[in-house]
């Protein structure tokens, strides 16, 4: 399938291809859709095996990025940007020339930290583009991203407990964390915290090993998560985790993380509501961190009461989300995009209207 072929499939409206050859920059950059703003979403650094891997992650994230903005109530469009190489061999001079990239785009875009990437690495190109969000707090920034995208995992798997057992409580619920990085790690602290007893994994065993350790929590190898009894299965890590090989081997009543793009496909939604499954879509439960970067937009810069204020709205979210599942007889993630597509055409359509 051609580039243009994918873009009408997903709708997008532009895909750019950048190279830097001084630092060897790869990157794309994918906007999805501007009917709310300026294109919001972060930026990605992973060693992909092919340059149709990388693209593809483009394509499937900024999407992705398109329904979370809009169902978080922000005034943005979706976009994503991947860089293609290992982050272990990243340098500043490859994010002072995304910078230069980044700035060409006038406003259009904005992007922030996501795998692969910190808040120290754009200190350089937020030098010469102010398009950047997520930068450390010295520089005005909200820091890591993966704090309150963790807050919100944490109050949206209070509304799923809510809605599968009347009761919100994490005391003596079983869960299933797989990846303990910038979100995972914070996820299990209030996890711990709050009665929860947990139990993770991560592909690096090292970092699986130092959470285990400074949580007091259970530590399996990755494939094994899938097989853990669990009143919630949490991915954390990257997506299509969800699919034909997994779902059977679930032993969970919820599934509710960070990791985007969850389902490998969209029956996979179905499937779990078949098996009795709640599953908390994924754009609506990790919306915490693009909450956050859009708040930094905010005038007076990023405030972090207000913005964690904003993230516990998810749970209200999805109780709203699980309510129109049940009355249409859908699954969650359909209900979702219903009611984010339903929301963004309602507010085009008010634009056009304004601006006529």
């Known amino acids: 399938m051609g580039i243009f072929d994918l873009m009408e499939k997903y709708g997008h409206e532009q895909v750019i291809f950048n190279y830097d050859k001084k630092t060897g920059l790869k990157a794309i950059i994918a906007i999805h859709d501007t009917t709310l703003g300026p294109a919001n979403g972060g930026c990605r650094m992973w060693n992909y095996a092919s340059e149709e891997d990388a693209l593809m992650d483009a394509l499937r994230l900024s999407r992705g990025m398109t329904y979370k903005s809009a169902a978080a109530g922000l005034m943005f469009g979706g976009g994503k940007t991947v860089i293609i190489g290992d982050p272990k061999n990243k340098t500043p001079e490859m994010f002072y020339a995304l910078g230069r990239i980044i700035a060409t785009l006038h406003g259009r875009y904005y992007t922030g930290t996501d795998v692969g990437t910190s808040p120290e690495d754009f200190v350089e190109a937020s030098k010469i583009s102010p398009y950047f969000g997520g930068k450390p707090k010295e520089f005005g920034g909200l820091g890591n991203s993966g704090l309150p995208t963790a807050y919100g995992v944490f109050w949206g798997l209070k509304a ?12 003596g619920r079983k869960v299933a964390i797989q990846g303990t990085g910038k979100v995972g790690d914070p996820l299990v602290k209030y996890l711990v915290d709050a009665g929860a007893e947990v139990t993770i994994t991560d592909i690096s065993r090292e970092k699986a090993e130092a959470v285990g350790k400074k949580y007091g929590v259970k530590v399996v190898e990755p494939d094994a998560i899938f097989d853990v009894e669990c009143d919630i299965f949490s991915p954390n890590a990257l997506g299509a985790v969800i699919n034909d090989n997994t779902i059977n081997r679930l032993k969970c009543k919820i599934v509710g993380g960070a990791a985007n793009n969850q389902l490998a496909e969209p029956r996979h939604g179905r499937m779990l509501k078949e098996r009795g499954i709640l599953y908390a879509p994924d754009f609506i439960i990790n919306a915490g961190g693009v909450i956050a970067i859009g708040d ?11 913005t964690y204020k904003k993230v516990e709205q998810i749970y209200d979210r999805l109780l709203r989300i699980f309510a129109l599942a049940k009355e249409k007889g859908i699954d969650t993630n359909e209900a979702a995009e219903q009611m984010t597509r339903e929301l963004i055409e309602a507010i085009g359509d008010l634009k056009r209207i304004y601006v006529a």
């Open 296 to 306: 930094e937009w905010e005038p007076g810069g990023y405030n972090e009461k207000r």
């Open 160 to 171: 799923c407990l809510r809605e599968c057992y009347g009761d919100e409580s994490f005391k």
